[in-house]
């Protein structure tokens, strides 16, 4: 039997945490022959809810499911720690944008980065999930000077999910059939979904779907505004459909990408090969050599009209950096 995966995640009395934790251990992630060891991390007035969580894990029996650790401090949140997946983060209300919460969350993931650094394990990789979290991932990344910056990446496959949905109901295809799309940028309204480069069915999205004022217009706006628009309908921010992308996340990163397809991840820019200013974690279309690493892919066409696409995109996270510069 293979040695625990160590998989510490934050927000864990939270709704995200809820749909999340049941499926991390259940082996659909890391492979049925993969224990898995959970660290779970509350703020203190939410830690004893844990209890619950951690009793209805057990009574789920599952075979892989090693230790459960339950904390309510960063220093024991991620030690030994394969895997962090920072979900908690106060989340927006209605009639907030992500970035509105910059400042209310920003020193706890200054906190957790300080603690990854000096706890975690050394093949540590870490997804950040709580909002606005391109720029959570980069102020925790910033204090934690001894975890390769590869290691580092924010979820946008809730993203990519959304679109490849959309454009599924749109054309009136399986889902399945839509492939190799991008969200380009923030995990916010000023993200781009990528319809030039994605394909339905092996064809271009743009030649399945010939109605490009709906893809320019409605399309690319429903999904950047989606987690308002669930937020609006439920009260309450996506949960399940946000820990079914951290899964698909986790997946892609431990599994080697077949075929011609990717998948989108906010990682550390470099510059290449893109042209986006380096030391932004901005979302590509990736794929992983199925050991958490993330190549991003080269070659995809551009059009102008992406590109002023991504460059307000990029403009928005420069401006989010900027203002936490003296967390960096
Ligand atoms: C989402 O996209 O649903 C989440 O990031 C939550 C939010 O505030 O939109």
């Not at 075979?63 to 960063?74: E, N, V």
């Not at 409605?218 to 946000?242: M, N």
Request: charged share 25%; hydrophobic share 40%; with cysteine.
């Amino acid at each position: 039997m293979k040695s625990p995966v160590t998989v510490a995640v934050t927000g864990g009395a939270g709704q995200v945490a809820y749909s999340l934790l049941f499926r991390l251990t259940s082996g659909e992630v890391f492979g049925d022959d993969q224990p898995v060891s959970l660290i779970i991390k509350e703020v203190p007035e939410f830690v004893g809810t844990l209890e619950g969580v951690k009793m209805e894990l057990e009574d789920c029996a599952f075979p892989l499911l090693r230790d459960i650790i339950l904390t309510d401090k960063d220093d024991e949140a991620f030690r030994g720690a394969n895997w962090a997946l920072l979900v908690g983060a106060t989340p927006r209300q209605p009639g907030m944008e992500r970035k509105d919460l910059l400042t209310v969350n920003a020193a706890s993931f200054r906190d957790q980065g300080e603690a990854i650094n000096s706890t975690a394990a050394a093949d540590i990789r870490v997804l950040v999930v709580g909002n606005p979290c391109n720029t959570n991932c980069l102020i925790a990344m910033s204090h934690a000077p001894d975890v390769p910056r590869d290691r580092w990446a924010a979820l946008t496959l809730l993203d990519q999910n959304r679109a490849m949905a959309q454009l599924a109901i749109k054309s009136g295809r399986p889902v399945s059939e839509v492939t190799n799309m991008t969200i380009w940028g923030n995990h916010s309204a000023t993200q781009y979904p990528d319809f030039e480069n994605a394909r339905i069915g092996g064809k271009p999205a743009t030649e399945v779907i010939k109605d490009r004022d709906w893809l320019e217009n409605q399309f690319v706006e429903i999904i950047q505004k989606r987690g308002a628009a669930i937020l609006a309908a439920r009260g309450k921010s996506s949960a399940a459909s946000a820990a079914n992308a951290i899964i698909d996340h986790v997946r892609s990163a431990t599994t080697k990408t077949e075929g011609d397809d990717w998948f989108s991840a906010a990682i550390l820019s470099d510059g290449n090969p893109y042209g986006i200013p380096d030391g932004l974690i901005f979302s590509f279309p990736c794929r992983s050599d199925g050991k958490g690493n993330y190549n991003i892919v080269d070659g995809l066409k551009l059009s102008d009209y992406a590109r002023g696409k991504l460059d307000i995109t990029t403009q928005e996270l420069i401006a989010e950096r900027n203002d936490v510069s003296e967390l960096l």
